[in-house]
């Protein structure tokens, strides 16, 4: 069975890049769209797992949990991989305190790697993928929306815990269902800076 580890979206959250996705595709493009509930961000895809591994993953993950503290951060703007000119896997962006998303991220590889799994080579860029381009069908209006949309401000995403998802590929898509939550722990993490404060709901991109 495919799984990987992520940090699951709030509701909130959830709905502003829902109405994101509407817009998105009145441009026509050949994407084919994630469906809101199915987004998250991926800490590490592990491929596929043995139902034994499914607990000593946890245990793995579990001592991981234990030594960082929850923090957020901000899904801001609107991008794509590898460049705008070129869109294939469009994304939101996520900022904030990337030192503590990376340094999470960085322990649960290190931790999987030991249990046996292989290290991922591409560096760790965090985002949240809407969608992967099929096709150069409407590629310019797409890109047009995305330059729209450079600015825009989605919502806080709080990062608290690691969750293992199953995913099931379906000829509807890619279907995800949770093994277990594993909750950021750490007790006394530093303040965040002085000026931060929530963030807005999705706006426009037109």
């Given amino acids: 069975m495919r799984a990987f580890l992520a940090v699951e979206l709030p509701g909130e959250l959830r709905n502003s890049l829902g109405r994101i996705l509407e817009e998105l595709r009145g441009c026509g493009a050949d994407v084919r769209w994630v469906r809101p509930e199915a987004v998250h961000l991926t800490l590490k895809f592990l491929g596929e797992i043995q139902p034994e591994q499914v607990e000593e993953i946890r245990v793995a993950v579990q001592e991981v949990a234990?030594?960082?503290g929850p923090f957020k951060m901000e899904a801001k703007a609107l991008g794509c991989f590898p460049r705008l000119e070129q869109p294939r896997v469009v994304w939101v962006g996520l900022e904030g305190e990337k030192w503590r998303l990376e340094a999470l991220q960085?322990?649960?590889?290190?931790?999987?790697?030991?249990l046996g799994f292989p290290r991922e080579e591409r560096p760790f860029k965090p985002h949240l993928t809407l969608g992967r381009v099929r096709s150069p069908k409407a590629?310019?209006?797409?890109?047009?929306?995305l330059k729209n949309g450079e600015g825009i401000r989605v919502g806080e995403l709080p990062v608290d815990s690691v969750t293992l998802f199953r995913s099931e590929l379906l000829p509807s898509g890619a279907r995800y269902s949770k093994f277990w939550t594993e909750i950021l722990s750490l007790s006394g993490t530093e303040p965040a800076p002085s000026g931060t404060g929530s963030v807005s709901k999705a706006q426009g991109l037109t």
């Avoid at 590629?139 to 929306?145: E, V």
């Fill in 139 to 145: 590629r310019h209006a797409l890109i047009q929306r």
């Fill in 106 to 114: 960085r322990d649960v590889e290190n931790a999987l790697v030991q």
């Fill in 66 to 68: 234990g030594r960082h």
